[in-house]
């Protein structure tokens, strides 16, 4: 294949394994939890993905512009907050809501992105921080948000008629379906020349003024993209649970994305899925036995930082690449 | 013209002196976090913990029957023993890789939450108490302060002072800012390089521990008390420039001023804004801070 060497940003072929066996496996896993009739854990794995979702985001601006957000959670309990509003007080559609929180969270990204972007490295990573910290600060002492109560009571969201976001299945497989249409978006933008230039300023961003393109332009929408991916995985959120509460914003879930990502492979895109479900199940696995579930994500997470820095799925795809490659060329020299 | 004399008095000054023993604590947190930045490159997300601890072991020390003073005087140099444990143990482990600044700070992240949970399983989630030991207080200006206070305000201001005289002043401060200004240089020289490194880990981390210690008394001491502080600290590590000591004594002190005069207007609700506004306005103007960094003048 000559492709390979012209294009070395191809996607390796043990990744597009890795990505075929998640959403494989998650339908395999909707069938057989449909077939014994569970409803936690398919409950769960909704969540899992939604935090996939917010995984993915995270992923977007540090595997591949190279930023660490510390605040995503800021977008994601936006989407969340906003989704719940419109299913409450305005109508119960699920398009509706997931429409409007697109459009607040682009917005809110807009708005963040100009304040955030101008910094680099640290700086960037700080003030994400301090801007979800503040933001999750005033919606916990706004009263008309339900102040540190949140909003309960959120009805279902009716996606098609006979189909709402109260039916374990059926939401599992609209959330996956969301997730996967993202994940795919991204996976086709990353091949674009937008994605290259988002390479490019990750390798060396001083360079990039040189061929002619403006960094802060290419940040600022991979950053309005992530709130906005962001936004609308928080949007699924109270359609699975019925309330959204200000925890959604606080740092926990922006550092417990950060450890998705990371614990998965950063830049890897599928990496985070595969963390977000993993640690998620972690978490509840855990956290049945103990409530000090963190101590043993904590620690999880620091093994992986010294010693796998790539993350799981970051470690696995050159060892199946190598694998796959072997084969492939046992198969052409048995052919001559 | 009396009522604006007497609400300068009654109603600013009293606020102002409690911003100020407030902002000493806040400065030598955020000194710890400078000195690590500035010498290591190294942002220390679990520095609010290491406050926590702080507090934790004194109210362990008193627990145990020492006197205040004692834990006061322990704290410190047990941070220090911790702090030198933990550059050797973790940090050094990914210092040398090429994303040393992100795998440090997800590091130190990854230890915070650790070590949160690791202070709720040995003392429990509540907040406890730590007893005042200095109690009474003082007329100053016609107007009544804790004693408490007055003396965290006195002790924080000699420590900063004395963190200033041993870092520009001392052979040792040169060999640290040495050391962050041409590492490879100051090898070549004889500076054990990567003991400093740890060293100035363990002294950030001290001062930290400090800091808890000597707000432990004045508010409560609980798991998570390193939070909301450490968002103060890192701000004005931000405003002062990362690596700056001037910078974060001068950003400390007219933050907390800041802090506490607005607080006479506005709902404290708008703290956190106000404080991150100024730190984006700073950042806007100066996107490095205030000041340049260790060793760079």
């Known amino acids: ?336 | 013209m009396t009522e604006a004399l007497e609400w300068l008095q009654f109603v600013l000054a009293p606020q102002m002196i409690n911003g100020l023993s407030i902002g000493v604590a806040v400065v030598l947190m955020a000194l710890g976090l400078t000195i690590i930045f500035g010498l290591l490159d190294v942002i220390n997300m679990a520095h609010g913990e290491f406050y926590a601890i702080g507090a934790y072991l004194a109210v362990a020390l008193l627990g145990l029957g020492l006197s205040f003073w004692w834990a006061l005087a322990l704290t410190p140099m047990l941070m220090a023993v911790l702090g030198y444990a933990t550059e050797r143990g973790l940090i050094q482990r990914v210092f040398h890789s090429k994303d040393r600044h992100t795998l440090t700070l997800l590091l130190t992240f990854g230890l915070a939450i650790v070590l949160e949970d690791v202070l709720k399983i040995i003392f429990g989630a509540n907040p406890l108490r730590v007893e005042t030991p200095i109690t009474g207080g003082s007329e100053l200006f016609g107007l009544f302060f804790p004693n408490y206070r007055l003396f965290v305000m006195v002790a924080g201001g000699l420590l900063i002072a004395a963190v200033w005289v041993l870092v520009f002043r001392t052979s040792l401060g040169a060999i640290v800012r040495a050391a962050a200004f041409d590492r490879h240089m100051s090898a070549s020289l004889g500076v054990p390089v990567s003991r400093v490194y740890a060293a100035t880990f363990a002294f950030g981390v001290a001062l930290a521990g400090l800091a808890g210690v000597l707000l432990a008394p004045i508010y409560s001491v609980f798991p998570t008390m390193g939070r909301d502080f450490v968002l103060i600290a890192f701000s004005v590590v931000i405003i002062g420039g990362m690596g700056s000591i001037k910078g974060a004594v001068l950003a400390g002190l007219l933050l907390t001023q800041v802090q506490s005069i607005s607080s006479l207007f506005i709902s404290p609700v708008w703290n956190d804004p106000l404080l991150f506004g100024i730190m984006v306005l700073v950042l806007m103007w100066r996107p490095r801070g205030l000041f340049g960094k260790l060793g760079h003048a």
């Open chain 1, 1 to 336: 294949m000559p492709d390979k060497q012209l294009n070395p940003a191809r996607v390796p072929d043990a990744l597009r394994l890795f990505s075929l066996l998640f959403f494989a496996g998650a339908l395999v896993f909707a069938l057989v939890a449909t077939l014994v009739g569970d409803v936690f854990f398919l409950r769960l794995a909704t969540e899992a993905l939604i935090f996939g979702g917010l995984a993915l985001s995270v992923d977007l601006l540090l595997g591949r512009v190279g930023l660490l957000p510390l605040g995503q959670a800021l977008f994601f309990g936006l989407g969340a907050y906003v989704s719940a509003l419109v299913l409450k007080e305005w109508q119960a559609s699920f398009w509706l809501s997931l429409v409007v929180s697109l459009l607040a969270s682009a917005l809110a990204g807009l708005v963040g992105g100009i304040i955030a972007i101008r910094s680099k490295g640290v700086y960037f990573a700080l003030i994400s921080f301090g801007l979800a910290q503040v933001v999750s600060k005033v919606v916990f002492n706004t009263r008309e948000l339900g102040a540190s109560d949140g909003i309960i009571g959120v009805p279902g969201a009716v996606v098609v008629p006979g189909l709402d976001s109260t039916a374990p299945t059926g939401f599992f497989l609209v959330t996956l379906a969301v997730i996967f249409l993202i994940y795919l978006g991204l996976r086709y933008l990353m091949d674009t020349p937008f994605g290259r230039q988002l390479s490019a300023i990750r390798t060396n961003e001083d360079r990039v003024p040189f061929l002619g393109f403006d960094p802060w332009r290419y940040k600022l929408l991979a950053f309005v993209g992530a709130a906005c991916i962001a936004g609308v995985s928080g949007a699924l959120y109270p359609m699975l649970r019925g309330f959204v509460s200000p925890e959604l914003m606080f740092f926990q879930v922006s550092g417990n994305a950060v450890i998705n990502v990371i614990v998965g492979g950063a830049g890897t895109l599928i990496g985070p899925l595969y963390g977000s479900a993993l640690l998620t199940g972690l978490r509840s696995v855990v956290g049945s036995f103990t409530a000090h579930h963190q101590i043993i994500i904590g620690l999880l997470f620091v093994v992986v930082v010294i010693m796998f820095p790539r993350g799981l799925i970051g470690y696995l795809t050159p060892l199946l690449q190598r694998r796959l490659e072997a084969r492939r060329s046992r198969h052409q020299q048995g052919e001559q």
